[in-house]
T-cell receptor, first 109, second 118 residues
Framework: KQEVTQIPAALSVPEGENLVLNCSFT??????LQWFRQDPGKGLTSLLL?????REQTSGRLNASLDKSSGRSTLYIAASQPGDSATYLC????????FGAGTILRVKS | DAGVIQSPRHEVTEMGQEVTLRCKPI?????LFWYRQTMMRGLELLIY????????DSGMPEDRFSAKMPNASFSTLKIQPSEPRDSAVYFC????????????????FGQGTRLTVV
């Protein structure tokens, strides 16, 4: 059974800091890995999708990496801003999407 | 495309009543997922469909829950009878096939239905 773990569960950083969110999964037989952002009371917004054959994807200040063999992914956020405060979720896809519990990020101004 | 559309956005109902949640996936997507989110349990997959056929309903908590997808553009999640412990946010998501070599397999979520059973 696929299990997804996200570390840390919560993170509070000052504005401008670079930070890394971690995601690990137990079964490396995945099709892709997707990072989402969720603001309080809102739906999930897709940030980045990494196919299983890819090593990383970049979008603006976000960079996500994937090491399928070790079952790990990281989301790197450069020069964090208060507007980045949200819950970040990773999900791995076989046929269904299996989610981690998320990392709650707070960026202080 | 307007994205995944869910209705209603909010639903307050009394215990014992029937509740029907609705979802319109993105046109052309052949996978549809229903999730439930609570503070205690996070995001739980309830059921998912491929080409309108239910593939895995092992996450459906009880027989009180049922889901249908009569066509490629519409799905419902029904709870009958509803109970206070069903209170949660229910999300619908859709995507294209996620097989080996597949591309454009990003999953998109609706805004959710916040269900409160009193």
């Amino acid at each position: 059974k696929q299990e997804v773990t996200q570390i840390p569960a919560a993170l509070s950083v000052p504005e401008g800091e670079n930070l890394v969110l971690n995601c690990s999964f137990t079964d490396s037989a995945i099709y892709n890995l997707q990072w989402f952002r969720q603001d309080p009371g809102k739906g999930l917004t897709s940030l980045l999708l990494i196919q299983s054959s890819q090593r990383e994807q970049t979008s603006g200040r976000l960079n996500a990496s994937l090491d399928k063999s070790s079952g790990r992914s990281t989301l790197y956020i450069a020069a964090s801003q208060p507007g980045d405060s949200a819950t970040y979720l990773c999900a791995v896809r076989v046929n269904k999407l299996v989610f981690g519990a998320g990392t709650i990020l707070r960026v202080k101004s | 495309d307007a994205g995944v559309i869910q209705s209603p956005r909010h639903e307050v109902t009394e215990m014992g009543q029937e509740v029907t949640l609705r979802c319109k996936p993105i046109s052309g997507h052949d996978y549809l997922f229903w999730y439930r989110q609570t503070m205690m349990r996070g995001l739980e997959l309830l059921i998912y469909f491929n080409n309108n056929v239910p593939i895995d309903d092992s996450g459906m908590p009880e027989d009180r829950f049922s889901a249908k997808m009569p066509n490629a553009s519409f799905s419902t999640l029904k709870i009958q009878p509803s109970e206070p412990r069903d209170s949660a946010v229910y999300f619908c998501a859709s995507s294209l096939r996620g097989g080996q070599g597949a591309v454009n397999t990003e999953a998109f979520f609706g805004q959710g239905t916040r269900l409160t059973v009193v």
